[in-house]
């Protein structure tokens, strides 16, 4: 399993969620997670993002996507989404 956030300097919405983010990847540690930023690092480009960030992907092992959510979130709700996959593994 594979967390993938996307997000930009420039995103109000992204610094809100940087902490909940950490809190998920503290809660996970073992789930890779990568961050990437949408004016910065090209492979965000196959991730099909459109302009609302930020965005947070959670992929199965062969890099399927399980869930997307976009925009700002509660923490519990990113734990709950990652937590029912992580369960089925």
Not at 17 to 46: A, Q, T
Request: some cysteine; aromatic content about 8%; glycine content about 2%.
């Amino acid at each position: 399993m594979k967390i993938v956030k996307i997000s930009a300097v420039w995103c109000s919405s992204c610094l809100v969620m940087r902490p909940r983010f950490e809190e998920v990847e503290k809660k996970y540690p073992n789930i890779e997670s990568i961050s990437l930023d949408i004016d910065f690092d090209e492979e965000s480009s196959k991730y099909n993002v459109r302009e609302k960030l930020p965005v947070f992907i959670l992929l199965d092992n062969n890099d399927n996507e399980l869930e997307r959510l976009v925009g700002e979130h509660k923490t519990e709700e990113l734990i709950n989404i990652v937590k029912k996959h992580y369960d089925k593994e």
